[in-house]
């Protein structure tokens, strides 16, 4: 078993919201880890990510921090750097997709406009770490990576952005203020927006292969 | 549509019916644990309601895949989808 400290606590990239992200890899099921506090991952999926050059394993490779190992070695220092990340084109597809749906439910009126909205956070966030990986060979893990592109920034102000965050801990650590009708209204016309920056950063993706 | 967006089809849809009740003071804002654990002491719900143990039922297996390898996924994402379909009807019922 290891235990493994990773994302903002290791960046120092900390605020008042911010939680600690730990990884547990284990062989099998383990109950003593509660999904709800560990990303539970076993040995062999762990390895197969770094095959597959998957961001997450980027992530890990360039953050995660050892807190504790039954065998004294460290595992993810051992398995050395992901292979090269091709999957780009594939996943920013999906994230434009996921962000595509989000709006379209909002627009048609569905009910959960805040999980929507974490939806289109999760959206912006993995398809801009995706992009920076992919086509720049940045690994910027954090939840502003959106923010930090410098002349390719998603161009929405922070309050919005900062909307759109505090929908995503809601919807995965269940606190926080609720967002009300007035900064979902104000938000909404830069929401709508997000599309053409995705799409501008596509067309360069798939221009590139 | 990708296995991911279609888990996260899935949440979308068990969400849409638990929202669609008008009398809740705070919407389900998700399906981890927490986010269950919230609504139900923002609306003051009895957390041994049926409606609460499927919710958690489904939380379960929507995360239950996250970690699985791409092999495993197309077969056991079809129980589990199938499974949760019928949980939303559940979900539905319980709701009345």
């Known amino acids: 078993m290891h235990i493994y400290a990773f994302g903002s606590v290791c960046r120092g ?33 762990l390895m197969e990510l770094w ?29 050395g750097e992901p292979k090269e990340y091709i999957k780009c084109k594939q996943d920013c597809i999906k994230f434009f997709n996921l962000y595509c749906k989000a709006v379209d439910s909002i627009s048609s009126g569905g009910n959960s406009v805040i999980f929507e909205m974490s939806s289109i956070f999760l959206a912006v966030r993995n398809f801009a770490t995706c992009y920076l990986l992919g086509q720049h060979k940045i690994g910027n893990f954090s939840r502003r990576s959106a923010l930090q592109m410098n002349k390719k920034s998603i161009q929405i102000s922070n309050d919005t952005y900062r909307i759109l965050e505090r929908s995503r801990v809601l919807c995965i650590r269940g606190t926080g203020k609720i967002i009300n009708r007035n900064e979902f209204e104000n938000s909404w016309d830069e929401i709508i927006s997000i599309k053409n920056w995705m799409e501008n950063l596509l067309d360069e993706v798939i221009e590139n292969g | 549509m990708d296995e991911f967006n279609n888990r996260m089809e899935a949440q979308r849809n068990v969400l849409e019916v638990i929202n669609r009740q008008l009398d809740k003071k705070e919407e389900l804002c998700g399906l981890s644990k927490k986010a269950i654990e919230r609504w139900i002491v923002a609306n003051q719900i009895n957390s041994e309601s049926e409606i609460c143990k499927i919710l958690y039922t489904i939380s379960e297996k929507l995360f239950f895949l996250a970690n699985k390898s791409q092999e495993q996924i197309s077969e056991e994402y079809r129980m589990v989808s199938s499974e949760i379909s019928e949980l939303k009807l559940d979900l539905e019922k319980a709701i009345g």
């Open chain 1, 13 to 45: 990239d900390i605020d008042t919201e911010s939680d600690i992200d730990l990884l547990s890899i284990v062989d099998g099921y383990d109950d003593r880890f509660d999904s709800s506090t560990y990303s539970i991952y076993s040995y062999n999926r």
């Open chain 1, 51 to 79: 095959k597959e050059g998957n961001p997450f394993a980027w992530h890990l490779a360039t953050e995660a921090k050892i807190i504790y190992s039954s065998n004294g070695k460290d595992f993810i220092k051992d398995l």
